[in-house]
């Protein structure tokens, strides 16, 4: 336990240096893209600058939305906590998929028989659920499965895969599947740490799964992986299940899947 609450406080604080930076460099970032657009505006008789100029504010943009990833989980201000139904979350987050994910992977999603209500931001649930979802469709070139599903269940108390640990009580679980290339114990151990990435320049950030355990960690809830090389990968983000009136009962512990956690 103790090495894991070392690696939380080492992540904590690398996310904060990087937070820190990001939020410098968008300030630089604005700079660079403002005089850009003037230049380009110059530019006009001249179409050879005015390529040139096209590239650098490109590579501008991109380098403003990786910053401003790296900013969704350090800066609290824009972040609005509300009831969300997860379900609703699932439902949303597949017809955004529907449309980008590509005909060679199947899209499932099983919503939970009632609404399943936490307190957290819309859109970083959003986030949290695409950037799974993304490196889903990443480890599937070939094609297979990708399952979105949303359930109850409950805890005990001492889990050791979650991070960070959480006490005992129910929870909502929102599961992210896929039948992937999966990955090898040294490779899932890192995967949470900003800046890890095994995806080649320029594919991959290593921020996502540092934004998604930033969101969690911050929403009060936790998250853990199983991953077989050759088989697939399963995300799970645990969150506390919002005091709502009329809310669904939660199964007791025997009536929870069999599957360890
Ligand atoms: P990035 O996607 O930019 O590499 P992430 O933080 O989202 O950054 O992921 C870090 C690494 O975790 C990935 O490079 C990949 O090696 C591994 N990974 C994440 N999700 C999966 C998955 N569903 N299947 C296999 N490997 C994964």
Same mark, same amino acid.
């Given at each position: 336990? #103790?090495?894991?609450?070392?690696?939380?406080?080492?992540?904590?604080?690398?996310?904060?240096?990087?937070?820190?930076?990001?939020? %410098?460099? @968008? @300030?630089?970032?604005?700079?660079?893209?403002?005089?850009?657009?003037?230049?380009?505006?110059?530019?006009?008789? @001249?179409?050879?600058?005015? /390529? $040139?100029?096209?590239?650098?504010?490109?590579?501008? /943009?991109?380098?403003?939305?990786? #910053?401003?990833?790296?900013?969704?989980?350090?800066?609290? $201000?824009?972040?609005?906590?509300? &009831?969300?139904?997860?379900?609703?979350?699932?439902?949303?987050?597949?017809?955004?998929?529907?449309?980008?994910?590509?005909?060679?992977?199947?899209?499932?999603?099983?919503?939970?028989?009632?609404?399943?209500?936490?307190?957290? %931001?819309?859109?970083?649930?959003?986030?949290?659920?695409?950037?799974?979802?993304? @490196?889903?469709?990443?480890?599937?070139?070939?094609?297979?499965?990708?399952?979105?599903?949303?359930? #109850?269940?409950?805890? %005990?108390? $001492?889990?050791?895969?979650?991070?960070?640990?959480?006490?005992?009580?129910?929870?909502?679980?929102?599961?992210?599947?896929?039948?992937?290339?999966?990955?090898?114990?040294?490779?899932?151990?890192?995967?949470?740490?900003?800046?890890?990435?095994?995806?080649?320049?320029?594919?991959?950030?290593?921020?996502?799964?540092?934004?998604?355990?930033?969101?969690?960690?911050?929403?009060?809830?936790?998250?853990?992986?199983?991953?077989?090389?050759?088989?697939?990968?399963?995300?799970?983000?645990?969150?506390?299940?919002?005091?709502?009136?009329?809310?669904?009962?939660?199964?007791?512990?025997?009536?929870?899947?069999? %599957?360890? &956690?």
């Amino acid at each position: 336990l #103790t090495e894991r609450t070392h690696q939380a406080q080492r992540m904590e604080s690398l996310g904060k240096l990087a937070g820190g930076i990001a939020h %410098d460099f @968008n @300030n630089i970032l604005a700079i660079i893209v403002n005089y850009t657009d003037f230049a380009i505006e110059e530019s006009a008789s @001249n179409p050879g600058v005015r /390529d $040139d100029l096209t590239h650098v504010r490109t590579a501008a /943009d991109r380098a403003m939305s990786l #910053t401003r990833q790296l900013l969704t989980f350090t800066r609290g $201000d824009t972040v609005q906590p509300q &009831d969300v139904d997860l379900n609703a979350a699932i439902a949303e987050v597949r017809a955004m998929l529907e449309r980008t994910i590509g005909e060679h992977i199947a899209l499932v999603a099983r919503p939970a028989p009632a609404p399943l209500i936490v307190h957290a %931001d819309p859109g970083q649930l959003q986030q949290v659920l695409l950037n799974l979802a993304i @490196n889903a469709r990443d480890a599937m070139p070939d094609g297979g499965s990708l399952v979105l599903e949303a359930g #109850t269940v409950h805890l %005990d108390g $001492d889990e050791v895969s979650l991070q960070p640990p959480l006490p005992a009580g129910a929870y909502a679980r929102l599961q992210v599947s896929d039948t992937g290339e999966g990955m090898p114990p040294s490779v899932a151990k890192r995967i949470f740490e900003p800046f890890f990435t095994t995806k080649p320049r320029g594919r991959g950030t290593g921020l996502g799964l540092s934004t998604v355990y930033g969101i969690i960690a911050e929403a009060g809830g936790a998250v853990n992986v199983y991953s077989e090389p050759g088989v697939g990968t399963t995300f799970r983000i645990y969150l506390p299940l919002a005091e709502v009136a009329g809310a669904a009962p939660v199964p007791a512990r025997p009536a929870a899947p069999p %599957d360890g &956690d």
